[in-house]
């Protein structure tokens, strides 16, 4: 049976191999809105391959990508996609990136698959369908106290965005067991849908590098929030996701943006 998610899968896993393959075959970086954000022509021509892949089955969707050129206003039955998750990784081959689809409904992530070809892992979800590893069931850990937990972040480039998060990661890094970047905020967000981390946090980011994660986390039984404690949605610019048996508020209680 022909479904979202079956393509979905099927066309990320394909993708994914195209992704690894042209791993040492790169030939232009071009930065886009600083320095530290570029991309590639794997990027572009991933891109055009998962929305080639999945319009051929639903044609009456909409389908907008990282490196679409334009807004994404309408969010009622529109895939997102973020074609290399952690593209700065993958141009260092580094094996820390994945391909992201999700598919949401009323600005609902209500499908999300991540292929990370490199490790060989590729999540899913659906809503009221649980979220899978590989084909196996995963939960977010059981885990209470801050001493046990490894949490996961992206450090902010801007100096402002740094002042803001400093002291929250001081706070955290003096209770936790670890504090984690993996340069992927689509890969830190599953590991806590699968357990291997506790929460992830992260300022200054967008809908596309997180939607299919959050999906997963919440099938998975997390909780995702942004970092003023506000239900994330696709305007959100930050996301705290924990498995909603860690106390992280306390670390967030005089955040502000202002």
């Not at 993708?15 to 570029?38: A, L, R, T």
């Not at 996609?81 to 593209?87: M, R």
């Not at 060989?120 to 649980?130: C, D, I, L, S």
């Not at 059981?142 to 998060?165: C, L, N, Y």
Request: a negative charge; one cysteine or more; glycine letters at 8%.
């Amino acid at each position: 049976m022909i479904t979202r998610l079956s393509v979905a899968l099927d066309v990320a896993k394909e993708v994914g191999k195209f992704v690894m393959d042209h791993e040492n075959h790169i030939q232009e970086i071009k930065e886009k809105n600083s320095p530290f954000d570029v991309v590639t022509e794997v990027d572009k021509e991933a891109q055009e391959m998962i929305i080639e892949g999945l319009s051929s089955h639903f044609a009456q969707d909409l389908f907008w990508g990282e490196e679409s050129n334009y807004p994404l206003e309408d969010f009622s039955s529109t895939w997102v996609i973020d074609p290399i998750d952690g593209t700065s990784n993958y141009i260092h081959n580094l094996p820390l990136y994945g391909i992201s689809i999700a598919y949401l409904r009323e600005g609902e992530p209500i499908i999300g698959v991540l292929d990370f070809p490199r490790l060989g892992e590729t999540f899913w979800a659906e809503k009221g369908k649980g979220a899978f590893l590989n084909g196996e069931r995963i939960r977010v850990s059981d885990i209470k106290e801050m001493h046990r937990t490894i949490v996961g972040t992206g450090f902010p480039h801007q100096s402002a965005k740094w002042q803001i998060m400093e002291p929250v990661y001081a706070q955290i890094a003096a209770e936790c067991q670890a504090l984690r970047s993996f340069g992927s905020a689509a890969l830190g967000v599953a590991y806590v849908a699968c357990g291997r981390l506790e929460g992830y946090l992260q300022l200054g980011l967008s809908f596309y590098d997180v939607a299919a994660a959050v999906c997963l986390v919440r099938e998975a039984g997390g909780e995702v929030r942004e970092l003023g404690n506000k239900e994330w949605n696709v305007r959100s610019r930050s996301i705290l996701a924990t498995n909603s048996k860690i106390g992280m508020e306390k670390f967030l209680k005089d955040f502000s943006l202002s």
